[in-house]
């Protein structure tokens, strides 16, 4: 069993020799090279990476919902989940991530190599980073629209979708709450976006994956919150979908099918809610005068 010394020992041997890297890309070459097996290696920090983010950024949400405080600024307000239900659904969220994810995991790195992704050190400069999660966002984005819009038609919704809209009122936790065919399905778009981008372009690193699965994480449990805040994105970004988008998606069932941005749901006019509902109404009127008009 390999100790914590030995990884201190190969870090400083790394550092004794590559002056050019940063202490985060040491931390990291030391890390590969103390594994001597870069499947486990990325599959290990896959998986921890995924509970941690997953779990760490799900708990700021179960504390905001046991404070009276934060009642004004739930969107369901009389719908706050009970600690049971927070229990149940992470005890299946967990049961999900060991059972049906982490044997998917260590098909992570091979698949990362086949497509030529890069696992070592240096690290890609900020802005390339930025650039390239800015691109993934849209493409899961419209990924995830065209699959979910699927997963509503009536075979699809009974027999997979159904599990995840278990919550009309869903909370941070509830994000990965779904049937394992939706979360493979709908994982393609936030694993199949780098994959693609790398078979096509051969210039992208594991850790730019990582940031934008990060990214994703919080954007999925933040969209699952039940909250709006008047400091909400998309009170700054007017196309960003956010909780306020999301939770009207599982209060109606019907409409609001994009994950990160709402021009899906507006180009294709499947936005949900009263207000958009009464848009659409006065168009159709609108365009029934019209029509009405020219017959005249
Ligand atoms: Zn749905
Ligand atoms: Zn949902």
């Not at 040491?26 to 779990?55: C, K, P």
């Not at 700021?60 to 049971?84: G, L, M, S, V």
């Not at 050190?121 to 984005?141: G, H, N, R, S």
């Amino acid at each position: 069993m390999p100790d914590g010394s030995a990884y201190w020992a190969t870090y400083e041997k790394i550092s004794e020799y590559n002056l050019h890297l940063n202490m985060f890309e040491r931390l990291w070459a030391a890390w590969y090279q103390f594994m001597g097996n870069d499947v486990l290696a990325t599959g290990i920090m896959s998986f921890v990476l995924h509970e941690l983010i997953y779990f760490g950024r799900s708990l700021p949400w179960i504390i905001i919902d046991a404070i009276p405080y934060f009642r004004k600024y739930k969107i369901q307000q009389n719908k706050i989940p009970t600690p049971e239900e927070q229990w149940r659904c992470a005890k299946m969220v967990l049961l999900s991530h060991f059972t049906v994810e982490l044997p998917q995991i260590w098909l992570f790195h091979p698949m990362c190599k086949y497509f030529g992704m890069d696992t070592g050190v240096p690290f890609p400069t900020l802005a390339k980073m930025a650039f390239q999660i800015a691109i993934f966002f849209i493409m899961e984005d419209t990924w995830h629209y065209w699959s979910h819009r699927a997963f509503h038609w009536s075979w699809l919704y009974r027999n997979v979708h159904k599990i995840h809209h278990t919550y009309a009122a869903p909370f941070g936790l509830a994000a990965e709450y779904a049937s394992p065919i939706e979360v493979l399905l709908l994982g393609i778009g936030t694993v199949g976006s780098p994959l693609l981008w790398c078979a096509i372009f051969s210039d992208l690193h594991i850790l730019t994956v990582y940031i934008w699965i990060t990214m994703r994480l919080f954007q999925a449990i933040d969209a699952h919150s039940g909250y709006e805040f008047p400091w909400s994105l998309h009170h700054f970004l007017p196309f960003w979908a956010g909780a306020e988008h999301h939770d009207v998606h599982h209060e109606r069932f019907i409409g609001n099918y994009a994950s990160s941005f709402r021009w899906w749901d507006y180009v294709m006019d499947t936005e949900a809610g009263p207000e958009a509902a009464k848009n659409r109404r006065e168009r159709k009127l609108a365009k029934e005068a019209a029509a009405a008009r020219k017959a005249q």
